[in-house]
């Protein structure tokens, strides 16, 4: 059953990325059907309209829309399970960018997008990302730190920022685009090691031998009774 509703929810993600990038996917209903075993609750199925936030409904998904969906769930299904986990982070955050009429959540949810498909983990996230961005999308390095700074203003305020050249939609297109990169290319990148991050590791090392070279020497160090 399970992973029954995850290839189902794997393959709405997938044929969101087929269409337009102005236009995702909605679930307009779900249900829980409850397990036999449970007798206090086996009454039947829960529904609940909208689960998810939606806009008004886009147009009709056309022919070629399913024909790419069937290409681009293969080229999931050929990744490796790590980098499907993380394929469906950024999948549902952009399909929930494209069907979510909040501003300030589209903000949020193009943010964690960018961080998921170049700096996962690391220091110094926003050029780190205007390092890497450049090699995916239209965005120099000066444009990718802007946007990073630009969604990060939503994450802090809750409020959806304003620049006059620098648009969410352009940067979903951006996000689609490199996602379907991702997907043609097999794999998620293999990053090099940025400074900062090489940097932090140095000296949480260098901390913890420390510490541990002091413990050792306070053994041996006579104290008065």
């Not at 996917?25 to 409850?34: C, H, K, L, M, T």
């Not at 069937?70 to 399970?81: H, R």
């Not at 950024?90 to 909040?102: Q, T």
Request: glycine letters at 4%.
């Amino acid at each position: 059953k399970t992973r029954l509703i995850q290839i189902l929810n794997d393959t709405r993600l997938i044929l969101s990325l087929a269409r337009h990038f102005d236009y995702g996917i909605a679930v307009v209903g779900s249900f829980e059907v409850v397990p036999d075993n449970l007798k206090l609750f086996n009454r039947g199925v829960s529904y609940s309209a909208f689960p998810e936030p939606r806009t008004s409904i886009g147009p009709s998904i056309i022919e070629i829309e399913f024909r790419k969906a069937q290409k681009l769930l293969d080229q999931f299904m050929n990744l490796s399970e790590i980098d499907q986990g993380k394929v469906r982070i950024a999948l549902k955050r952009l399909n929930d960018v494209k069907i979510d009429s909040d501003w300030a959540n589209k903000n949020i949810n193009l943010r964690i997008c960018i961080e998921n498909l170049f700096c996962i983990g690391e220091n110094g996230i926003a050029r780190t990302i205007s390092e890497r961005a450049i090699l995916y999308t239209n965005f120099s390095k000066r444009r990718a730190r802007k946007v990073y700074g630009f969604l990060s203003n939503a994450v802090h305020s809750g409020k959806p920022a304003k620049h006059t050249n620098i648009t969410e939609r352009e940067i979903t297109e951006q996000v689609q685009i490199t996602i379907l990169k991702y997907l043609q290319e097999g794999k998620y990148p293999e990053w090099p090691i940025t400074p900062q991050a090489s940097d932090g590791r140095f000296k949480s090392w260098l901390r913890k031998l420390i510490e541990k070279h002091l413990r050792n020497a306070l053994k041996f160090i006579p104290f008065p009774r």
